[in-house]
Structure formats: C-alpha cells, structure tokens
C-alpha cells in the first residue's frame, strides 16, 4: 500500500487554515453587509429628512437585520450586537440632538481598537496571529494535539534549493519539531506582526479621519468616510489576511511520506 506525493496539498483539514471555517466565524460576508446597513440608512435618510427620520431609519434596519437573520435560521450574535450599537448610537444623537454624535460609538471603537491590536506588537503577541491560530491552529500552534513525521522545510518562499535531487543527498533531516509554537517561528511571527500592523493601522485611520469630519462638523463627509472606509476596506483587508495566513499554513503542512 503505497501513498503518491501530494505536493502542496496539505495533509489533513485538521492542520491547515480553512478560509470558510475562519468566514463563519466572522458572520460571513452577508454578516458584514448586514452590519452596515444601519449605518447606510441613518446616513441617507438624515440626509434626506433630518435626524429624526435618520434615527427611526437607523432602528428600522437593525430590527430587519435581526428579523431576517432569523427567518433565515443564521448566527444571530452579530445582529445583536450590531442592534445594541445602533441602540447606542441613536441614544447618544436623540440626546445630544445633533447627527454627528451618531458615530461618536464607532470612532471611539476604532482609536481604542486600534491601540489594543498595535499595542499587543510590544508584547510579541501579534493579535492576528493570536486570533488565526484560536480559529484554525496550524500544527505548530499550540492548540495543535497531534504529531506529524515531517514538516516542509523552513525556508522560505523565495529561498527554494536550486535542484531537488540535491534534498536526497542530504544525511540528516533539519525540520523542527512540530512541538514548536508559532510565536517561536521568525516566519510566522514576521508576517502575523505585519498583518496586525495592517489592521491596527486601518482602524487608527477610521478614527483619525471621521474624528476629523466630526470635528469639522461635515456629517455627509462623516457618514460617506463611515461607509467607504468600513465593508470595502474591511472586505480587502479579509482576503489578504486570509490569503496571507492560508499560504503560511500550506507552507508549513506536513508532507506524508511514501509507506
């Protein structure tokens, strides 16, 4: 009974990166259109008829999110919170009568996020690697439970050997142990800091530029950066986290060797 080489493909969902599992987990796509429909709707609508018609627009919309969320049998824990942010949001502008304050939750969110995600860099916890390897652990994660015989070898991408034939030759074997934590490989830690750089870095963005337009008191300017610099960007940012993380883990799956 013999195995055929798989090249790339990785041996086992159990110790690779699953795009979908670590989408679900996040709502989905449709979870994050659905989070900014409120949002859209306050800012037309307080467009159109002021803040009045704004905050029933913005209520509106969260309740059908919930409702259909629901109809449709999906995950209801993001609508709820997406509920009680709108709940909030609209609290803050009914009392202070001005739209703005609309978005006061959500820059407030963003700084302090964004500090949190920079911040977890000084403590060599990098906060997207801490969130990828708690949804899909790769075999050198530390929730990982099982051994494996070998590793694809350490190097990098752009540092593959010259000759194949040139890898038989070789009298020892030099892959890690598959004990070895995450955080310990340069690799992993290099990319997961440079995409928490990338997240913390946008949600710091999110805030300085609407604080600047709540300062201004620009609301049409507010809510337009509000929407474009939410699902697009957040959208982007997904697929190059997924993309970058997925080609971490294939890197680094075990390779069967023939029986």
């Known amino acids: 009974m013999s195995t055929a080489p798989q090249g790339d493909q990785p041996q086992g969902s159990d110790v690779t990166f699953d795009r979908h599992m670590v989408l679900d987990q996040l709502g989905g796509w449709r979870g994050m259109v659905d989070a900014s429909l409120p949002t859209i709707a306050f800012i037309v609508a307080n467009g159109i008829g002021g803040l009045t018609v704004g905050i029933w627009a913005a209520v509106v919309a969260a309740v059908l999110v919930f409702v259909l969320r629901l109809a449709r049998r999906e995950s209801i824990q993001q609508a709820i919170s997406g509920l009680?942010?709108?709940?909030?949001a609209v609290v803050?502008?009914?009392r202070t009568g001005e739209a703005r304050d609309f978005f006061v939750l959500g820059i407030i969110r963003n700084a302090v996020i964004g500090v949190v995600v920079l911040g977890s860099l000084l403590f060599r916890r990098p906060l997207v690697g801490v969130v990828a390897e708690w949804l899909s652990p790769s075999h050198l994660g530390g929730m990982a439970a099982h051994r494996l015989p070998s590793l694809r070898g350490r190097r990098d991408v752009t540092d593959r050997p010259a000759a194949p034939a040139s890898r038989a030759g070789q009298g020892h074997q030099q892959d890690p142990e598959p004990e070895v934590h995450w955080r310990d490989d340069p690799r992993l830690m290099r990319a997961y800091g440079w995409l928490?750089?990338?997240?913390?870095?946008?949600?710091?963005?999110?805030?300085?530029v609407q604080g600047l337009f709540y300062w201004l008191d620009e609301v049409g300017w507010l809510g337009t950066s509000s929407v474009v610099l939410g699902l697009p960007v957040t959208a982007v940012q997904l697929v190059v986290t997924l993309w970058v993380v997925a080609r971490l883990h294939r890197h680094r799956a075990a390779e069967q060797p023939p029986a």
């Open 92 to 94: 803050i502008a009914a």
């Open 84 to 88: 009680f942010a709108v709940a909030v």
């Open 196 to 208: 928490t750089v990338l997240w913390g870095g946008v949600f710091l963005v999110r805030a300085g």
